[in-house]
Nanobody, 121 residues
Framework: QVQLVESGGGLVQPGGSLRLSCAAS????????MGWYRQAPGKQRELVAT????????????NYADSVRGRFTIARDNAKNTVYLQMNSLKPEDTAVYYC??????????WGQGTQVTVSS
């Protein structure tokens, strides 16, 4: 059974930074691409960052939604079965619950509880 446990959220002022973590269990973590999603109140869940897995030359390639490119960085530590999201220059519109999961809709695992990020002065 796959478990995803997100952490690291909190309240931060505009322009601040946070680092989110997602610990995965029940999968061979290193072979899977991973993604960070967010869902703001009243809005659909959106994919904001992805990182490839596997052992090919594609390993570790990242991609970002336009809204976060240049401010957010996704990274992974296969030894710890953990994916990270470094968020800098945070804006009020980044306020959301953040989740990790597979970046493909057809391969989603059960969602974790998410971690709340609130950007406010």
């Amino acid at each position: 059974q796959v478990q995803l446990v997100e952490s690291g959220g909190g309240l931060v002022q505009p322009g601040g930074s946070l680092r989110l973590s997602c610990a995965a269990s029940g999968i061979i973590f290193s072979i899977y691409a991973m993604g960070w999603y967010r869902q703001a109140p009243g809005k659909q869940r959106e994919l904001v960052a992805t990182i490839t897995g596997g052992g090919s030359t594609n390993y570790g390639r990242t991609n970002y939604a336009d809204s976060v490119r240049g401010r957010f960085t996704i990274a992974r530590d296969n030894a710890k079965n953990t994916v990270y999201l470094q968020m800098n220059s945070l804006k009020p519109e980044d306020t959301a619950v953040y989740y990790c999961n597979h970046p493909s809709n057809s391969l989603l695992w059960d969602w974790g509880q998410g971690t709340q990020v609130t950007v406010s002065s």
